[in-house]
């Protein structure tokens, strides 16, 4: 290891908290003041379902919701590859995810926002094939969404 990584090595924590840098999850940090503080709003569709269900896998469930999320999805479908005789080989599921977190004691929106993103999947299979991949990718793009919406709401000054 040269001279200069080890000194880069020992500044680092230094600089990180000359900057105001605060673990997610210490005291005070906004992953503590969420995880299992958050009751998120019982969804309608599939795509709600599958959201809710990421967003409770990383929050937790509350038992006394201190905040209350509101998460609001949308998706559609864009043809992405066309073959000679014209038949689609390859789709992109494009999602949104509009959210609004609120505090529940005062009802105060803390924070709201939108997040997007996307995923594809491959139509060249058989039908069956096909429909799976279809579910597959709305599931991962779930994922991504519910992910994004949980950094955004980790980077939220909860006070």
Not at 10 to 15: F, W
Not at 41 to 48: I, S, V
Not at 72 to 97: H, K, M, P, Y
């Amino acid at each position: 290891m040269s001279l200069y990584s080890r000194r880069a090595l020992i500044c680092l924590p230094l600089a990180l908290a000359a900057c105001g840098f605060t673990p997610v999850y210490s005291p005070g940090g906004s992953g503590s003041g969420l995880q299992n503080r958050t009751l998120v709003d019982e969804p309608d569709t599939e795509n709600g379902y599958l959201i809710t269900r990421r967003i409770e896998e990383r929050l937790g469930r509350a038992a006394d919701p201190g905040y209350r999320l509101s998460v609001d999805v949308s998706t559609r479908q864009e043809s992405l590859a066309v073959d000679r005789e014209g038949d689609i080989t390859r789709f992109n599921v494009l999602g949104t995810a509009d959210y609004t977190l609120i505090d529940t004691a005062s009802g105060r929106i803390v924070t709201s926002g939108s997040v997007d993103n996307f995923t594809g999947y491959s139509a060249t299979g058989t039908t069956v094939a096909t429909i799976a991949a279809e579910e597959d990718a709305q599931k991962r793009l779930m994922v991504l969404l519910a992910d994004q919406v949980i950094i955004r709401l980790f980077s939220t000054d909860l006070t």
